[in-house]
């Protein structure tokens, strides 16, 4: 997740000018630890304690029906327009990256079968693997690679994956196997970023995007917006061992209360999101298996903080020292994951700055600074279980927290239907919940920087920036790590996001599932139509 022991580029081992490559077939932990994105840690810590997926060998046939949140009656099969669980799922069901997120947070080849980079970090060749055909019988080839990235970089595209590839100053292709990418600025964790679920390779100048025409394992058969993505087999497909059904039906289910009905009477297989409050029951049955993941996941409470009364740093300080975030871990999380500390970077991130003190719930000092901040208004703090199973009861909590300091918390369900597209980054004070990043570049590049379309809180800070961009190029581990201390110190101190806590990944599935791999998402790393069979 960042840079090796040393001052030299990807660690111990680089000498001169030469290029330092990763492939499928030497890609391990140890050749990770120097290479261009971790740090001497594994970052997600996979655990299956209330049961392990099916050991057997994998199984063909049968119909693998999953349900997961985020889907909306506006969605869209062009990977510009993802922003949720269920369109990474949609998205990695008909396509795949140069690059995936394999367990233990591991980057293991997709379509990109090996890279080099040179010890500036700022020119990159992928080699892309040979014989892979589309859907539509296209043989892919670095051009559609090349058409596909910039799908996300031009001036008028409303993808968030924009400001992950703001450092690309140019691509082109070394004949029909090899792209160069060329970066303005150094960026070491460039391959994780192509991981990136929105950055899935389609045919080059594909004129209907909303086909949904990729290399991946199932064939779009029948696309509902909102509804459902029914899927089959690719035949054709190029991985091994993967793609066991002969269909897969992604249903979009925000209702948790629907979801686990489907999944309890065997009509789902497999579903996301577990209600905490209907775990232990779940966790009785011999019907069903449950996994639980802990990685770089968490729940916010979003404020605009250039929007009144947020754009008071006062107000929004009051606001933070207004939750009690141990209860809010017992009640809410019930004991699934781990304190936040008003930054979105988790404790089992190589980069995690440590020594910031965990700010607690102090009445006096919320009141203090609420006084300060001079609003003598109620708060409105939108909701929904679109953002989570529990943020309803997170947001009733805290306004019986927060009423304790003084401070009037009016809370607004908000309908499921629209929630990411109507409300979240739209009202002035929101429920959000992120999954986990890979590294602490993309989380902070994708959420935090000042020009990044999933900026939820509206936060600037010019200084802030500037670190981000030095910090992807630094080669040396310790300023490296320094950099991204002083980033979520940043954060920590003036920022929108009122960070309570991380969250594990509970999912769970029929017992008749096997297959289930922990990954950095959800739903098997949002690959469990690629890997889960019907035993």
């Known amino acids: 997740m960042a840079m090796r022991q040393g001052a030299g580029l990807l660690g111990a081992g680089l000498g001169g000018g030469g290029l330092i490559g990763m492939s499928s077939a030497g890609l391990t932990r140890r050749t990770l630890l120097r290479g261009a994105a971790a740090a001497g840690a594994v970052g997600l810590i996979g655990l299956l304690p209330f049961g ?98 910039n799908l996300h970089r031009g001036t008028d595209t409303k993808s968030a994956g924009k400001a992950l590839l703001a450092d690309i100053a140019q691509m082109t292709a070394d004949g029909p196997g090899r792209v160069v990418i060329e970066l303005a600025n150094a960026n070491v964790d460039l391959a994780y970023i192509m991981s990136d679920y929105r950055f899935i390779i389609v045919p080059a100048e594909s004129a209907d995007l909303g086909a949904g025409i990729g290399t991946g394992p199932y064939k779009v058969e029948e696309f509902l917006p909102g509804e459902h993505l029914l899927g089959m087999r690719n035949e054709n497909y190029w991985k091994a061992g993967r793609a066991h059904a002969d269909a897969v039906d ?154 304790k300091c003084g401070i009037q918390i009016e809370v607004q369900r908000e309908p499921a239907d629209g929630y990411w597209s109507d409300v979240w980054r739209k009202k002035p004070f929101v429920v959000a919940s992120w999954g986990g990043r890979p590294t602490a570049n993309i989380m902070l590049t994708t959420a935090y920087k000042s020009d990044a379309a999933y900026n939820d809180t509206h936060w600037v800070r010019p200084a802030f920036d500037q670190l981000l961009v030095a910090a992807r190029g630094e080669l040396d581990l310790a300023k490296r790590k320094q950099m991204y201390h002083d980033m979520q110190l940043m954060i920590h101190e003036d920022g929108g996001a009122l960070i309570a806590m991380f969250y594990d990944y509970i999912d769970a599935a029929r017992a008749n599932v096997g297959g289930y791999e922990p990954g950095n998402f959800a739903l098997s790393g949002c690959r469990a139509a690629e890997r889960c069979w019907l035993a």
């Open 52 to 149: 392990a997926s099916r050991a057997a060998e994998p199984v063909k046939g049968g119909q693998l029906n999953i349900a997961a949140t985020g889907g909306s009656a506006t969605d869209s099969l062009d990977p510009r327009a993802f922003t949720s669980i269920y369109h990474a799922n949609v998205g990695l069901l008909y396509g795949n990256c140069l690059t995936e997120i394999g367990q233990g947070n591991e980057l293991v080849p997709e379509l990109a079968e090996s890279w080099e980079v040179d010890p500036t970090a700022k020119r990159w060749v992928f080699n892309i693997r040979q014989g892979v055909t589309f859907h539509n019988g296209k043989t892919l080839t670095a051009e559609d690679v090349i058409w596909s990235l």
């Open 250 to 403: 992604l249903l979009a289910i925000n209702d948790v209360t629907a979801r686990t009905a489907g999944l309890q009477t065997g009509e789902i297989h497999l579903i996301e999101r577990v209600d905490l409050k209907t775990l232990e029951l779940l966790k009785q049955s011999p019907d069903i298996q449950v996994f639980r993941t802990a990685g770089y996941a968490h729940r916010s409470f979003c404020m605009l903080s250039d929007t009144a009364p947020f754009d008071n740093l006062d107000v929004r300080m009051a606001l933070k020292y207004a939750v009690d975030r141990e209860e809010v871990l017992t009640k809410i999380l019930r004991g699934y994951g781990r304190l936040g500390n008003d930054h979105p970077i988790a404790s089992s991130d190589p980069m995690f700055a440590a020594d910031i003190p965990q700010r607690t719930y102090d009445p006096d000092k919320a009141k203090f600074h609420w006084k300060k901040g001079g609003y003598d208004g109620p708060i409105t703090l939108h909701t929904s279980e679109a953002a989570f199973a529990e943020a309803v009861d997170a947001a009733v909590l805290y306004k019986e927290q927060a009423a």
